[in-house]
């Protein structure tokens, strides 16, 4: 049975930081492709960032390039994502994925329909 849980959101002002966290257990974690996905009111889902599952590709969606960094601390299972110069359009659910299949996706996109949402999501509310 998986299991994840994310934390780090919070309320913060516009041009502050933020630093989420997903622990995993239950799933092998460096064989899987990971990301951070986001839901808002205003918005439909959208996929942030994911990180492939060798640790090195990357991708971030363009809004968010150049302020948000992915990364993960394998020994302890968990994944990060760095949220700098935070904007009110920032303001969301953040849930943290993993890929369906083993050793796929994030391959120059990020399709949220390849993965799957375990988490209960920690909410980022950015106010200007």
């Known amino acids: 049975q998986v299991h994840v849980e994310e934390s780090g959101g919070g309320s913060v002002q516009a041009g502050g930081s933020l630093r989420l966290s997903c622990t995993v257990s239950?799933?092998?974690?460096?064989?899987?492709?990971m990301g951070w996905i986001r839901q808002s009111t205003t918005k439909e889902r959208e996929g942030v960032s994911c990180?492939?599952?060798?640790?090195?590709?990357?991708y971030y969606r363009d809004s968010v390039k150049g302020r948000f960094t992915i990364s993960r601390a394998s020994a302890k299972n968990t994944l990060y994502l760095q949220m700098t110069n935070l904007k009110p359009e920032d303001t969301a659910t953040y849930f943290c994925?993993?890929?369906?299949?083993?050793?796929?996706?994030?391959?120059?996109?990020?399709?949220?329909?390849?993965?799957?949402?375990w988490g209960q999501g920690t909410q980022v509310t950015v106010s200007s």
């Open positions: 994925v993993i890929a369906k299949r083993l050793h796929s996706a994030c391959v120059g996109e990020f399709r949220p329909e390849d993965y799957d949402s």
């Open positions: 239950g799933s092998r974690f460096g064989d899987y492709s």
């Open positions: 990180l492939r599952w060798n640790g090195i590709n990357t």
